[in-house]
T-cell receptor, first 112, second 112 residues
Framework: SQKIEQNSEALNIQEGKTATLTCNYT??????LQWYRQDPGRGPVFLLL?????KEKRKERLKVTFDTTLKQSLFHITASQPADSATYLC???????????FGAGTRLFVKA | SQTIHQWPATLVQPVGSPLSLECTVE??????LYWYRQAAGRGLQLLFY??????ISSEVPQNLSASRPQDRQFILSSKKLLLSDSGFYLC???????????FGDGTRLSIL
């Protein structure tokens, strides 16, 4: 079955730097991959979706890449701010079904 | 605009008591609806999903059940709660594949 691996260790970076988060999957390549942000005690909020035929997607300070050869997606936040501190979840489809499989997320701390 | 409401926000229940968590969606019709549980530091575990009124698919065998009595209403229930039912319960909706999921703010359930 498909498994998603996100770094369980928190990422600490300085304000203004670029944060890079990694999402690896183990089995089939999904048709698309999504990234969500989750703040403590809140539900996840959708950020970006990238399809298997897209190598890169950008939205403001966010950039997502999708490498089906490496079975990996990278999520970048440029010019990071303390307000970007949150947990970021990677999610992908289950090969044609209704389900979306979510990773456990990586906690990001941006220090002022 | 679409909104999703989940209540209550927190709930403390004794072992063996019943449970009813409600989720309603506004501003969209015929959404796919989902119930997830999130343990601390873990990914979202899909419990139930529904593609229409009265149509419920269960992903994890357990003492929980779900119902969809109306198009935009999704209810999670239990007749007798177990200690292992503690967790953060999230309701979500989407409009199909390759569409982002929109989450409620969750219910923190503690079983004593």
């Amino acid at each position: 079955s498909q498994k998603i691996e996100q770094n369980s260790e928190a990422l600490n970076i300085q304000e203004g730097k670029t944060a890079t988060l990694t999402c690896n999957y183990t089995n089939y390549s999904p048709a698309y991959l999504q990234w969500y942000r989750q703040d403590p005690g809140r539900g996840p909020v959708f950020l970006l979706l990238i399809r298997e035929n897209e190598k890169e997607k950008r939205k403001e300070r966010l950039k997502v890449t999708f490498d089906t050869t490496l079975k990996q997606s990278l999520f970048h936040i440029t010019a990071s701010q303390p307000a970007d501190s949150a947990t970021y979840l990677c999610a992908l489809d289950d090969a044609g079904g209704f389900k979306t499989i979510f990773g456990a997320g990586t906690r990001l701390f941006v220090k002022a | 605009s679409q909104t999703i409401h989940q209540w209550p926000a927190t709930l403390v229940q004794p072992v063996g008591s019943p449970l009813s968590l409600e989720c309603t969606v506004e501003g969209t019709s015929n959404p796919n609806l989902y119930w997830y549980r999130q343990a601390a530091g873990r990914g979202l575990q899909l419990l139930f999903y529904s593609v229409g009124i009265g149509q419920i698919s269960s992903e994890v065998p357990q003492n929980l059940s779900a119902s969809r009595p109306q198009d935009r209403q999704f209810i999670l229930s239990s007749k007798k709660l177990l200690l292992s039912d503690s967790g953060f319960y999230l309701c979500a909706w989407d409009q199909g594949r390759e569409q982002p999921q929109h989450f409620g703010d969750g219910t923190r359930l503690s079983i004593l």
